[in-house]
C-alpha cells in the first residue's frame, strides 16, 4: 500500500524505514530542506542500529523524500503524523506541529483517507485533529483518524519496530482499523520474518506481532500510561537505592531477588543518575497534566517526577563527598547520551550533571562513542573538551565520572583506568562495575545503592598536600 509518514525526526524516520522495509511505497515529508538533501544523498541524521542499511536498501525505490505535503496525501492511503510535540511551560504537550500538519492534509484530501498519529499525543487529540480537518474543508466521509502509538527505544527502534511486543491500533471506525491492520500484516500474520534477509531480531524461531485494537482514546492512553510506568518503575529502583545506601544493602542484590518475581521482572530495575530522553520526561508530564485538567491528582507522577530530579543531585553530592571540593577540579567524564545504543541528549542527566560541574569551575574532558557531536552543539562553546576514547578522556583526571551505560565503558581495563587518572577515582553513576573488582585494583569506587570502596586512603590532594606541590620549582598557580 501507499503511505505518507508527515515528520522525519526519529519516529517518522524509523516507522518510514521500517514500512518500506515490511514492502509499502514510503513517502517521507519533512520542510526542513537540509534534512530531506541528506536523506536524499544517503546520510543517516540519528545513530540508530540497522536504520542506515534500511535507509540504503529502500533509497530511491519503496522509500522517497519530499517537502511536498499536498502530493504527498493525494498519493497514499494512510498519513501517519509523526511531528514533534515538545512540552510547554506548564507540561502540556505543544501540538503546533500536529494542527500545523492536520490543516495541510485537510485541504489535499480527495478519495478516502486514514489520518494516524503516530507523534505521542494527549487523550482527545484524535477529536481535536478531526475538528481540525472539518473546519478546513475535508469532507466527513472521507477520513478517518485513528491513534497508533510507537513504542520504540532509541538504540533499538528498528527491531522494536519489526518485532513488537503489541501493535495498539486505536480506530472507532471499522474501515479505518482495516487500513492499518493491512499496514502491518506482514508482521501479524509472520510473512515478513519468512524472507531471506530480514532484519535479525531478538528472539529466535517463528514469530508473529500481536495486533490490539482499541478506541482512539484508549490508545492514546497507552502509550502515556506505558512511558509513565516505567519512568516510575526507575524512579522507584533509585529509591531503594537511596534506602540501601541508608543501610549499608547493596542494591543489585536486592534487584536481582525482587526482579526474579515473574510479576515483577528484572528489565528496567536498573538504578542510576535517572530517566532522560525525548519520551519519559515529556509524557509523564503530558499525563499528569490530562489528569489534573480532568479533575485527578496523580501524586504518583508527582514523586516519579521527584526522585528523578533528586537523583541527579544526589550524584553530585557523590561527587563533592568523593573530591572534597570542585573548583579546579578535573574530571574525565564518559557518556553524553541519556543512554546506551543513541546519539540523543535530550534531557540526557549527563548533559545536566555536567553543566553543573562546569558552573562549580570543574575542568572537563568527555567522551561518548555516538553523542559528542549532538553535545557540543548543547554545550557552552569551548567549556569542555572531547577525546578520542575513554582512556585519553581520563588521562591525568582527579576522578573519572561514568554517566551513560555504553557497554564499552564496562569493558575498559581498570587496571589502565588506574595508571590513566591522577588519582585512582571512580564515580560511577550507572553500576557498571563490580565493587570487588575495583576494591582488588586500589580504586576508590562510588556508585549507586552500593557500599563505597576505598582502595587508597588518601585520594584527592588535601590542602597541604597542594601547599607541598606548589612550593616544588616549576609550580605556580595558574
Request: glycine share 8%; charged share 25%.
Amino acid at each position: 500500500m501507499n503511505i505518507a509518514v508527515v515528520g522525519s525526526g526519529y519516529v517518522g524516520l524509523v516507522a518510514g524505514a521500517c514500512f518500506a522495509e515490511l514492502g509499502h511505497n514510503v513517502i517521507l515529508v519533512d520542510n526542513d530542506e537540509r534534512k530531506l538533501a541528506a536523506l536524499k544523498k544517503g546520510e543517516c541524521p540519528i545513530h540508530e542500529k540497522f536504520l542506515p542499511e534500511l535507509l540504503q536498501r529502500h533509497r530511491g525505490k519503496r522509500l522517497a523524500f519530499t517537502d511536498d505535503l499536498h502530493d504527498a496525501v493525494r498519493r497514499s492511503q494512510a498519513i501517519f503524523i509523526a511531528v514533534g510535540t515538545p512540552p510547554k511551560e506548564d507540561g502540556d504537550a505543544d501540538l503546533s506541529y500536529v494542527e500545523s500538519v492536520a490543516r495541510g492534509i485537510a485541504t489535499a484530501i480527495d478519495d478516502y483517507k486514514v489520518v494516524v498519529e503516530k507523534s505521542t499525543v494527549p487523550v482527545y487529540t484524535n477529536s481535536w485533529i478531526r475538528k481540525i480537518m472539518l473546519l478546513n474543508g475535508a469532507p466527513a466521509e472521507l477520513f478517518d483518524v485513528a491513534s497508533n502509538p510507537e513504542f520504540l527505544r532509541e538504540g533499538t527502534a528498528v527491531a522494536d519496530f519489526l518485532y513488537p511486543d503489541r501493535i495498539v491500533i486505536g480506530a472507532d471506525a471499522d474501515r479505518c482499523a482495516a487500513v492499518l491492520e493491512q499496514a502491518y500484516k506482514p508482521l501479524v500474520d509472520g510473512s515478513y520474518y519468512d524472507k531471506r534477509d530480514i532484519i535479525p531480531g531478538p528472539l529466535a524461531g517463528p514469530f508473529k506481532a500481536r495486533l490490539i485494537r482499541t478506541s482512539a482514546k484508549s490508545a492514546e492512553l497507552i502509550k502515556h500510561a506505558s512511558n509513565a510506568f516505567l519512568a516510575m518503575k526507575i524512579s522507584f529502583v533509585n529509591a531503594v537505592a537511596c534506602v540501601c545506601e541508608a543501610v549499608g544493602a547493596d542494591v543489585e542484590q536486592v534487584c536481582e531477588g525482587i526482579g526474579s518475581d515473574s510479576r515483577i521482572g528484572r528489565r528496567f530495575l536498573y538504578p542510576g543518575v535517572g530517566y532522560g530522553g525525548s519520551c519519559f520526561p515529556k509524557d509523564l508530564l503530558a499525563f499528569r497534566s490530562v489528569a489534573r485538567e480532568n479533575g485527578y491528582q496523580f501524586g504518583l507522577l508527582d514523586e516519579t517526577v521527584k526522585v528523578n530530579e533528586e537523583q541527579r543531585n544526589r550524584f553530585l553530592r557523590k561527587i563533592r563527598k568523593a573530591l572534597w571540593t570542585l573548583k579546579g577540579k578535573k574530571l574525565g567524564v564518559l557518556g553524553l547520551a541519556f543512554k546506551n545504543g543513541t546519539d540523543d541528549i535530550r534531557e540526557s542527566p549527563a548533559i545536566s550533571i555536567m553543566k553543573t560541574l562546569l558552573k562549580e569551575g570543574c575542568s572537563i574532558t568527555a567522551y561518548d562513542p555516538a553523542a559528542m557531536e549532538r553535545a557540543a552543539e548543547e554545550l557552552p562553546p569551548d567549556a569542555i573538551k572531547f577525546a578520542n576514547d575513554p582512556y585519553e578522556a581520563i588521562q591525568g583526571a582527579d576522578a573519572c565520572l561514568i554517566l551513560t551505560e555504553w557497554e564499552d565503558f564496562a569493558a575498559l581495563d581498570v587496571a589502565q583506568m588506574k595508571k590513566a587518572l591522577r588519582y585512582p577515582i571512580v564515580i560511577d553513576g550507572r553500576n557498571l562495575f563490580k565493587p570487588s573488582v575495583m576494591a582488588a585494583a586500589g580504586m576508590n569506587y562510588y556508585s549507586v545503592g552500593r557500599p563505597d570502596v576505598v582502595g587508597e586512603r588518601r585520594s584527592v590532594p588535601r590542602t597541604t598536600e597542594l601547599k607541598t606541590e606548589l612550593s616544588e620549582p616549576g609550580n605556580k598557580v595558574a
